[in-house]
């Protein structure tokens, strides 16, 4: 679904649905959390008639939940066709399981002629799977859609989160984790936004967001506190015709901190109040030509970052990028494209990807990154599909400790997947990753989740059936296998390694009509102990893991009315 749905972005980059469909494909993809968000916040921009009720939490790209583990309403694509109706719709999601995990989220919709207004509530708490890995965390929304003429459309978006969370990281080595740090978060999101859409040809895009956001962490009797204003303003304007496509836009951004850090001394406590001031802009184009069976994407970003400690960048970014129907079954793609990371909030108009690769990570602010890649979509039989994409990424970030201040790293990220479509009710897959992240080796610097090298490689292999009457069965085998490379505080490197399998299960009934789902999942059956580091290479949000170290079983439910 995703290399068809960047597919139908470059064929038809306003098309709503197909922004609608990437958000979906990325979702559960470890490192596109940030493209998700933003592909929804397209979707929605975009979509000339909001039909269905907003869920809280689909905006949040950091939610800290193990996967699976958390309430979510179900995707638009799931429910859409039921929605051709005015009036008013819930939506409602509910999650019960081990560890003390508890979930709901419910979207209330209104619905009119000529737009509609929709509420919110999404609640989740766990204990965790060790001590000190618990979460506890609210977010609630009001969203609205207007639509003043049949060319011009408004909407808005408020959006309340708040949160504790324990030291949440799932490291190789399962005895290292804090006792007592302990992160808490209250922000509040405003939104407005504007689609003026005058013909077929021409669209123009407005975004304004503000963001204002309590971030605090303690570990011990040690306290930092953050008080950040985020802002930002983007436009964008899509033009199409037969001979070619055209998106460009600009983003400003600007992130004014107060950090405010008590240190405990034999003395007492010491306070340190530092300011950043931080600001972002880019402007951008890209260009989409159909020619013969080849699509080529040319394009150009220019972007700047500085703050008031050690960022000034400022740089052209090149996006080129091409999908060739080598035959009718099959199809070539290739990209090679440059980004500095130039903003602060997660959502952003900004295109994701290029050419069907991804171009959004959660990099720290002023990172510059080349990632180029190629890969190879076809249809082997009438019923049996397949792909491979291989993938390299150099990146240069800025850090906080005082010894390393600009790190260098190196990703090379490569898959191939396999659908075999065996009858109208039975489908087997195959996925296989391979992720390898090296990062700059300093001699007795030690950053605890960013390891100076980590190789993992995942094959998953499932088999899902499903009835006339609504049940469903899926079993998936998944193998793992990781090296890890680590620092020592007294020099040198430690290395270590494990391989395991992973037994899964999902057992559950779609209810008639399509207005809900009944599931049980049961993650790890086979009760399997193992040693396991997060793929996260450390220069953003910390990612959680979806392989749980320990069997765990969840029932959850979707229904909608």
């Known amino acids: ?29 470890v490192r596109h959390e940030k493209a998700q968000v933003s592909e929804l916040l397209q979707a929605q921009l975009l979509q000339p008639e909001i039909t269905l009720p907003v869920s809280p939490s689909s905006s949040v790209a950091d939610l800290h939940a193990f996967s699976g583990s958390g309430p979510s309403v179900a995707g638009f694509n799931e429910y859409n066709p039921m929605f051709n109706r005015k009036g008013v719709s819930v939506l409602l999601s509910g999650v019960t399981g081990g560890n003390n995990t508890r979930g709901s989220e419910i979207a209330l ?3 009119t002629n000529r737009g509609m207004l929709s509420a919110g509530h999404y ?3 766990s204990d965790g799977f060790r001590i000190n890995n618990d979460s506890d965390q609210t977010i609630s929304n009001l969203f609205g859609q207007y639509r003043i003429t049949p060319e011009l459309s408004v909407q808005g978006e408020i959006r309340k989160r708040e949160g504790d969370f324990g030291d949440l990281a799932q490291r190789f080595d399962s005895d290292v984790f804090s006792r007592s740090s302990n992160r808490a978060i209250d922000s509040d999101t405003y939104r407005l936004s504007a689609n003026y859409s005058p013909n077929n040809q021409n669209t123009f895009l407005i975004n304004a967001i503000q963001e204002d956001l309590l971030d605090g962490t303690a570990i011990g009797s040690l306290v930092a506190d953050g008080d950040r204003e985020n802002s930002q303003y983007e436009g964008q304007y899509i033009y199409q015709s037969n001979l070619f496509k055209v998106v460009s836009g600009f983003t400003i951004a600007d992130e004014d901190s107060i950090i405010t850090t008590n240190i405990p001394t034999p003395f007492g406590l010491i306070t340190q109040t530092e300011m950043e001031d931080k600001e972002g802009s880019n402007g951008y184009i890209y260009i989409h030509i159909p020619w013969s069976k080849i699509t080529g994407v040319i394009g150009a970003e220019y972007a700047q970052a500085e703050d008031n400690i050690q960022i000034d960048e400022s740089q052209i970014n090149p996006k080129l990028g091409a999908i060739w129907d080598i035959t009718d079954n099959s199809t070539l793609r290739i990209a090679a494209f440059r980004t500095l990371r130039a903003n602060f909030i997660n959502q952003s108009l900004n295109p994701t990807q290029v050419a069907g690769f991804n171009q959004v990570f959660d990099d720290s602010f002023g990172s510059d990154a080349w990632r ?13 599909y397949g792909g491979v994409e291989f993938t390299r990424r150099t990146l240069t970030s800025f850090l906080s400790a005082d010894t390393l201040p600009v790190q260098d790293q190196e990703e090379e990220n490569h898959s191939a997947y396999i659908n075999w479509i065996l009858t109208n009710n039975t489908i ?5 990753f391979f992720d390898d992240f090296e990062s700059e080796y300093i001699d007795g610097e030690v950053i605890i989740d960013q390891p100076v090298e980590l190789n993992t490689q995942t094959l998953s292999l499932s088999i899902k059936h499903s009835t006339t009457i609504g049940l469903f069965a899926e079993l998936e085998a998944v193998h793992i296998s990781q090296e890890i490379n680590d620092t020592l505080e007294t020099g ?5 390694s494990d391989r395991f399998w992973l ?24 009760d399997r102990e193992f040693n396991y580091q997060s793929i996260d290479p450390g220069t953003g949000t910390p990612v959680t893991s979806s392989s749980y170290p320990e069997r765990y079983a969840i029932v959850r439910a979707h229904v909608w009315f």
Not at 503 to 526: E, Q, W, Y
């Open 503 to 526: 037994g899964n299960i999902s057992l559950g009934m779609k209810l008639p009509k399509r207005t809900g789902i009944l599931a049980l999942d049961i993650h790890n059956v086979f």
């Open 1 to 29: 679904m995703r290399f068809s749905s960047s597919r139908s972005l470059i064929n038809d980059p306003g098309n709503a649905s197909a922004h609608l469909f990437l958000s979906e494909a990325y979702s559960g993809l």
């Open 123 to 125: 609640r989740e708490s």
């Open 109 to 111: 919709g209104g619905f």
């Open 428 to 432: 087997m897959s195959g996925r296989y």
């Open 372 to 384: 180029y890649g190629i890969a190879l979509d076809s249809v082997l039989l009438n019923n049996l």
């Open 492 to 496: 040198g490197l430690t290395s270590s």
